[in-house]
């Protein structure tokens, strides 16, 4: 406790959904205050600038629509995060794990002789698992070597990169792509149906909700998830209670993988229909995950809101780029003030200031 004048600054075990809620409203507002400079620097009005962005994308129907198109992985992946920071696995590679389930999917699509309507499900089999062993191979050294997790799972970002790249210079490379690398396209019974007018590839946005749910559930309902909460709130206490905390980080681990890896699935089998480039594939959506699970707290369900938000901030990108003549990347502005700003504030959820005058002594 410490006295500031007539206030008194207490701190506080478990932070208030009322302060969660209000300190995260105040990052946001500070991060699009300081993005406004952005503007201003530009040469653009920031007020002019976010009337155009909001007018152009939520009153805009097709530009909601790609916002809830580009939401798809932010959840998906989104999800695994969440479930991964509950669990003190601190997974920074759902951008690889996510080309990885790409990579899966078009292996399935191209070069697995299905029958069609098997197709779809062995790609997104294929994709969950390819996903999740990616993610494996960090947890373990974490839990057998106690090598950090941050630094493993953020390496092999570079190596799914230099993988898919790989994959469509060489022995996956279309017999029509001339100039350009990318793979054959898909078959027809690969592909994923869209919403019509729209991009949105439905049976993936379904998959999302159901799996956010599904989550929230056995996390808040079940046995299964008791350990990942306690785990999450104190390791040695888990341990002292002979919980499973190997396996708790290791399923936890597995589970953000595979999501990660679903959500690249959806996009080359919703969006794309082929092999293309890493950053063609993903515009850094597994980076941008991890604001998507900061932002939601720990809660699968909060993830749902969070998603759509970050999907029609880049959503925004491209009325940036067509109606004010700025680069599509200042989103990558925009997700970075985010999270500074998320950063910055966490410990204010951990107190709170209270009217308490100093009495005066007689």
Do not use: C
């Amino acid at each position: 406790m410490r006295r500031i004048g007539p206030f008194l600054v207490e701190k506080d075990l478990v932070a208030p959904p009322g302060r969660v809620l209000a300190v995260s409203t105040a990052a946001l507002v500070l991060a699009f205050l300081v993005a406004g400079l952005v503007f201003w620097a530009y040469g653009v009005s920031p007020w002019v600038a976010y009337r155009t962005i909001f007018v152009e994308t939520l009153l805009s129907p097709s530009g909601f629509a790609e916002g809830v198109r580009r939401a798809i992985p932010l959840l998906l992946a989104g999800v695994g995060l969440v479930l991964a920071f509950r669990g003190q696995f601190w997974n920074i590679g759902a951008e690889g794990q996510l080309l990885l389930g790409a990579v899966a999917a078009a292996g399935v699509a191209l070069f697995v002789p299905l029958p069609d309507p098997l197709k779809l499900p062995a790609m997104f089999l294929a994709g969950f698992a390819a996903g999740g062993l990616w993610a494996a191979a960090p947890a373990l050294l974490k839990l057998r070597l106690g090598v950090n997790d941050v630094l493993t799972t953020l390496m092999l970002n570079y190596v799914a990169v230099y993988l898919v790249e790989w994959l469509i210079h060489g022995p996956w490379r279309g017999r029509t792509a001339f100039g350009f690398a990318y793979s054959d396209r898909f078959p027809d019974a690969a592909m994923l149906p869209l919403i019509p007018g729209t991009y949105v590839h439905w049976p993936t946005l379904l998959l999302a909700l159901l799996l956010a749910g599904a989550a929230w559930f056995v996390l808040a309902r079940t046995t299964w998830g008791y350990p990942v909460r306690v785990t999450g709130d104190n390791p040695e206490a888990a341990r002292y209670a002979r919980m499973p905390v190997f396996w708790v980080v290791f399923g936890v681990a597995l589970a953000s993988g595979g999501l990660a890896g679903l959500a690249g699935v959806g996009e080359v089998a919703g969006v794309h229909g082929r092999l293309l480039g890493a950053y063609q594939i993903s515009l850094g959506y597994g980076y941008t995950a991890i604001i998507v699970a900061w932002l939601a707290r720990g809660n699968p369900l909060g993830a749902v809101l969070t998603a759509l938000f970050m999907g029609l901030v880049f959503a925004s990108g491209d009325v940036m780029k067509i109606a004010l003549q700025m680069p599509f990347r200042v989103t990558d502005v925009f997700n970075g003030l985010i999270l500074f700003f998320l950063i910055s504030t966490e410990r204010l959820l951990y107190y709170r200031v209270r009217w308490a005058p100093a009495r005066k002594e007689r």
